[in-house]
């Protein structure tokens, strides 16, 4: 199997993985879940979809390409990358849609499909450079930090309507207001 065929493998299996992710906190309340997936309906929350469901399939993603001996010298930086420019790229498209044309779930399922195809596109980009070296080491750190501001902004949200959850009417995990 080609890079390219796991790439769109990719595509679709992360896709799915959203649909998951985006109810499981609802399923199961504790704090693991609060700190990696959506805890409510705030276009905020639902950022953690995209950075934790690409990490997720990174171990599908991952063994896909060692059965097929793809070079994979960058896995950990694109999984890293690819997850996290994600949350930049959906949130340029969807805020300008979302005021120009109102909030829509055909238009949020949408653009999470166009933006897991970019990202998808930008790893497979990343996967066939030369090895980052260095960079690819500071995966873990970068991820761990990018979960320390998913988790701060959890239980300390700013108030803005990036934040804010109109069905239920709060901010982050606890904050009715």
């Given at each position: 199997?080609?890079?390219?065929?796991?790439?769109?493998i990719d595509v679709f299996g992360i896709f799915a993985l959203s649909f998951l992710l985006h109810f499981l906190y609802k399923w199961l309340p504790n704090p693991l879940f609060a700190w990696i997936m959506p805890v409510n309906e705030s276009i905020w929350e639902h950022m953690k979809?995209?950075?934790?469901?690409?990490?997720?399939?990174?171990?599908?993603?991952?063994?896909?390409?060692?059965?097929?001996?793809?070079?994979?010298?960058?896995?950990?930086?694109?999984?890293?990358?690819?997850?996290?420019?994600?949350?930049?790229?959906?949130?340029?498209?969807?805020?300008?849609?979302?005021?120009?044309?109102?909030?829509?779930?055909?238009?949020?399922?949408?653009?999470?499909?166009?933006?897991?195809?970019?990202?998808?596109?930008?790893?497979?980009?990343?996967?066939?450079?030369?090895?980052?070296?260095?960079?690819?080491?500071?995966?873990?750190?970068?991820?761990?930090?990018?979960?320390?501001?998913?988790?701060?902004?959890?239980?300390?949200?700013?108030?803005?309507?990036?934040?804010?959850?109109?069905?239920?009417?709060?901010?982050?995990?606890?904050?009715?207001?």
């Amino acid at each position: 199997m080609s890079l390219k065929k796991i790439k769109i493998i990719d595509v679709f299996g992360i896709f799915a993985l959203s649909f998951l992710l985006h109810f499981l906190y609802k399923w199961l309340p504790n704090p693991l879940f609060a700190w990696i997936m959506p805890v409510n309906e705030s276009i905020w929350e639902h950022m953690k979809i995209f950075f934790t469901a690409t990490l997720m399939w990174g171990i599908v993603d991952y063994h896909l390409l060692k059965k097929n001996d793809i070079p994979h010298d960058n896995f950990s930086f694109q999984l890293f990358f690819s997850s996290f420019i994600a949350i930049p790229i959906y949130l340029l498209m969807y805020i300008p849609l979302r005021n120009a044309l109102g909030e829509s779930m055909v238009l949020s399922i949408s653009l999470m499909f166009v933006v897991y195809v970019i990202c998808q596109c930008i790893s497979y980009k990343l996967l066939t450079m030369d090895n980052l070296g260095f960079i690819n080491k500071l995966t873990i750190l970068l991820i761990l930090i990018v979960y320390g501001v998913f988790i701060y902004l959890t239980y300390n949200p700013l108030h803005n309507y990036l934040f804010y959850d109109k069905i239920e009417a709060k901010y982050g995990i606890n904050d009715f207001k």
